[in-house]
């Protein structure tokens, strides 16, 4: 079974703090893909991140960064000197890669709202 | 600005009406979705359609109707709705099969609908 757990519900930081949104995950497979999504209040939810559970790399884009760590089973995302366009829900996902991306789960999500 | 379209972006229907949800993507891809997001939820998989034939229902009751006219068109017919399927409804595509497809998907805006 697959299970993505976003423990934060909402955080409210202040404009230019650094926020960092966790992301747990639990799978039986051991080749699977790890997904950021964004969704702004106008609805769509764009796409920020994939990452497959071979490669644990961290990434850098700009200000957003990505830690993932296989060992606890973690993908956590960093924003950088946040500012007000970054206030949205953010998703955290999984796909086994049996499955394909039809049977992507999302976390609940957390909602981040950056005060000026 | 998102490549997949939905309209309308806002709908309101009584529980006796027949409404359509439109989704259209040009961008080639082989696969599109409906998914269904109620406030504060994370996206629930609906129907996926995979060149232009469903390929995947998640038990979704028949008063929801999909439709695929073409590899760039993307249906949802309504009928007989219950206030409770109120939701913002999600339209994605993706380059790939889905049960192949380890990609991202693209979402459209979504089109909020209220049943009264």
């Known amino acids: 079974a697959q299970k993505v757990t976003q423990a934060q519900t909402e955080i409210s930081v202040v404009e230019k703090e650094d926020v960092t949104l966790d992301c747990v995950y639990e799978?039986?497979?051991?080749?699977?893909?790890l997904f950021w999504y964004k969704q702004p209040p106008s609805g769509e939810l764009v796409f920020l991140i994939r990452?497959?559970?071979?490669?644990?790399q961290n990434e850098i884009s700009g200000r957003y960064s990505w830690n993932f760590q296989k060992s606890t089973s973690s993908f956590n995302f960093t924003i950088t000197a946040s500012q007000v366009v970054d206030s949205a829900v953010y998703f955290c996902?999984?796909?086994?890669?049996?499955?394909?991306?039809?049977?992507?789960?999302f976390g609940k999500g957390t909602k981040l709202s950056v005060i000026p | 600005d998102t490549e997949v379209t939905q309209t309308p972006k806002h709908l309101v229907m009584g529980m006796t009406n027949k409404k359509s949800l439109k989704c259209e993507q040009h961008?080639?891809?082989?696969?599109m979705y409906w998914y269904k997001q109620k406030a504060k939820k994370p996206p629930e998989l609906m129907f996926v359609?995979?060149?232009?034939?469903?390929?995947i229902n998640e038990s979704v009751p028949s008063r929801f109707s999909p439709e695929c006219p073409n590899s760039s068109l993307l249906n949802l017919h309504l009928h007989a709705l219950q206030p409770e399927d109120s939701a913002l409804y999600l339209c994605?595509?993706?380059?790939?099969?889905?049960?192949?497809?380890?990609?991202?998907?693209?979402f459209g805006e979504g089109s909020r609908l209220t049943v009264l």
């Open positions: 799978t039986r497979d051991t080749t699977y893909y």
């Open positions: 996902a999984l796909s086994e890669a049996g499955a394909g991306s039809y049977q992507l789960t």
């Open positions: 961008m080639g891809h082989r696969a």
């Open positions: 994605a595509s993706s380059q790939t099969d889905p049960r192949s497809n380890t990609g991202e998907l693209f």
């Open positions: 990452r497959n559970s071979f490669d644990e």
């Open positions: 359609y995979s060149y232009e034939k469903l390929s």
